[in-house]
């Protein structure tokens, strides 16, 4: 699977959806050395990035303590996102999406308790970069939904996606919205890059492809 860069002209990428994983990163773990110790990094096995879940396996509230999450993007791109720690027995969620997880470093000891962290079946496709220098804008979109169920968004940015140094501001494209079925639109305004946004799936297998003439 590639991106698009100027100047080329399609992308494809399949996307067999993983479903939720409260403890997909690891479960039972106790603080250790300024961090919850981890027993994978994967976030799921689509390439996609999902949001990071942090459960508290006892009633200790530790909301007055950072968790910080380090890993990537589904574009393979350094992030963190820092979270108040789970008061009692309850989950946190990251508002950052994560491919994969490299630490959760915790302000300050937990002491004996212990944490389960995975993620949500929420998901991000990888951004497919366009060229918005096209001359005439004009980008083709089609996502197929090839097994299972599916509700799902087209995600537009007008940011850089290849750094991180921007924080990309995603805008929902209005013509592709809450989607549950087989889906086409064509884009003429320009934008740096377009994805998919999952807001849930059952067993969900989406084909994204995406259309583009090279000329300047």
Avoid at 60 to 69: A, E, L, Q, Y
Wanted: hydrophobic share 35%; with cysteine; proline share 3%.
């Amino acid at each position: 699977m590639s991106q698009i860069k100027h100047g080329s002209t399609t992308f494809t990428g399949v996307y067999e959806l993983s479903a939720a994983a409260p403890h997909g990163l690891t479960s039972g773990a106790a603080y250790a050395d300024g961090e919850i110790p981890l027993t994978s990094n994967d976030v799921g096995t689509d390439d996609c990035a999902h949001p990071v879940t942090i459960l508290g396996n006892a009633v200790t509230n530790h909301s007055g303590k950072n968790f910080t999450i380090t890993g990537t993007d589904a574009n393979d791109v350094a992030i963190t996102n820092t979270i108040i720690g789970p008061n009692g027995n309850v989950t946190v969620t990251s508002t950052k999406r994560f491919k994969t997880v490299t630490s959760v470093a915790v302000s300050a000891t937990t002491g004996a308790d212990t944490f389960d962290v995975g993620w949500s079946a929420l998901a991000s496709t990888p951004w497919v970069v366009l060229n918005y220098l096209q001359s005439h804008f004009s980008v083709g979109v089609g996502v197929v939904l090839v097994s299972g169920s599916a509700n799902y968004d087209l995600e537009k940015t007008y940011d850089e996606v290849d750094t991180n140094a921007t924080v990309q501001v995603a805008y929902n494209d209005g013509t592709m919205a809450a989607k549950t079925d087989s889906s086409d639109v064509g884009l003429t305004t320009p934008v740096k890059a377009i994805r998919l946004d999952v807001n849930s799936h059952t067993s969900g297998v989406l084909r994204f492809t995406v259309l583009q003439g090279n000329n300047c």
